[in-house]
């Protein structure tokens, strides 16, 4: 997969940053992701839609470990259909929404949080628009 996009923030990226991805999914394959990264190359929040198994997957990789996938099967996003998708945190989770639905809420595995300050978007296909703004703590 592709770098589309990377961002950092000396300050950190939780809580209180908002991730929104708009693209298009043409293809049944599994190719794309987003990473929230810590200072120690860790990644505090990884999120991936599964297209074939209409899924979304969190993760976290902790000590050069997986940890436990959370698997959500709110699925709002559909091949050959434009998608937007927007990550964002609290105090004590990642919040995914997808085509303006709740898909996944992931608790911070990560500590400190001021330690995730960089996000990474991977894909094989090129996305509409990528931007990263200060929202706030307002998430649910």
Known sequence: MALQFEA????????????????????????????????TGDIAFHVKPRFGSATMVGNA??????????????FPLALGEPFEM??????????????????????HRHRP???VTRVQVLSDQRLA??????????WG
Do not use: K, Y
């Open 61 to 74: 990789f902790q000590g050069g470990r997986w940890g436990q996938e959370e698997v959500s099967s709110v």
């Open 86 to 107: 927007e990550v964002g945190s609290d105090a004590q989770h990642f919040h995914v929404h997808a085509q303006e639905h709740r898909v996944l809420q992931f608790a």
């Open 113 to 115: 949080l001021a330690a």
């Open 8 to 39: 950092f923030c000396a300050e950190g990226l939780a809580p209180g940053w908002s991730l929104r991805v708009q693209g298009h999914a043409d293809s049944g394959e599994d190719r794309f992701e987003i990473n929230f990264l810590s200072e």
């Open 129 to 138: 628009h990528v931007q990263l703004a200060r929202r706030g703590l307002g």
